[in-house]
């Protein structure tokens, strides 16, 4: 199994611009989640979802941030426009649908904007 | 709302030496608790599970206690060893999905 597989692994870019950050699940597991880690704060639940429904997204920080899942097998977080506060890793991952699943985290996205 | 805290935000111990990670959270009602280990510039990696009816768990020189009443958990590591360095991080599970502690950054030196 290759894991929780997400893409890019580094993204530069410049306040204002679009940024869409991507990730494979598990195949198999029906749960998704996105988290944000920073120094400060340690890992923030974003969103996720149940069987490609999201289900609870009050830790998207304001409008500008989106997600999707329009299958099980990809789903998008999306920023725009960014802004140099959005720096930070975003993690996805993915687990079976059951309370009692250790969760399987990708490498994250390292995101960088000047 | 849950709040996960974990004692101390950084260690460092010479190899050989057992250890052990606090971790301690506000709101007892949780479905289980999870550790895991972090490695700089990677994901996160499930160490141990345990669940809200059990008292603890253990996968080789890791062992880790929960209990629920007092909201602690603690991971004990025996003989640790240099390739133990990195974040070990505790989470909870409730009504909401994972919840996350800082970690505690372990330095293991030769």
């Known amino acids: 199994d290759a894991g929780v597989i997400q893409s890019p692994r580094h993204e530069v870019t410049e306040m204002g611009q679009e940024v869409t950050l991507r990730c494979k699940p598990i195949s198999g597991h029906n749960s998704l989640f996105w988290y944000r880690q920073t120094m400060m704060r340690g890992l923030e639940l974003l969103i996720y979802?149940?069987?490609?429904?999201?289900?609870?997204d009050s830790g998207m920080p304001e409008d500008r941030f989106s997600a999707k899942m329009p299958n099980a097998s990809f789903s998008t977080l999306k920023i725009q426009p960014s802004e140099p506060r959005d720096s930070a890793v975003y993690f996805c991952?993915?687990?079976?649908?059951?309370?009692?699943?250790?969760?399987?985290f990708g490498n994250g996205t390292r995101l960088t904007v000047t | 709302k849950q709040e996960v805290t974990q004692i101390p935000a950084a260690l460092s111990v010479p190899e050989g030496e057992n250890l052990v990670l606090n971790c301690s959270f506000t709101d007892s009602a949780i479905y289980n608790l999870q550790w895991f280990r972090q490695d700089p510039g990677k994901g996160l990696t499930s160490l141990l599970l345990?669940?809200?009816?059990?008292r603890e768990q253990t996968s080789g020189r890791l062992n880790a206690s929960l209990d629920k009443s007092s909201g602690r958990s603690t991971l004990y590591i025996a003989a640790s060893q240099p390739g133990d360095s990195a974040t070990y991080l505790c989470a909870v599970r409730g009504n909401t999905p994972l919840v996350f502690g800082k970690g505690t950054r372990l330095s293991v030196i030769a």
């Open positions: 991952a993915s687990s079976p649908e059951s309370y009692n699943s250790p969760l399987h």
């Open positions: 979802f149940n069987n490609n429904v999201p289900i609870d």
């Open positions: 345990i669940q809200s009816s059990q």
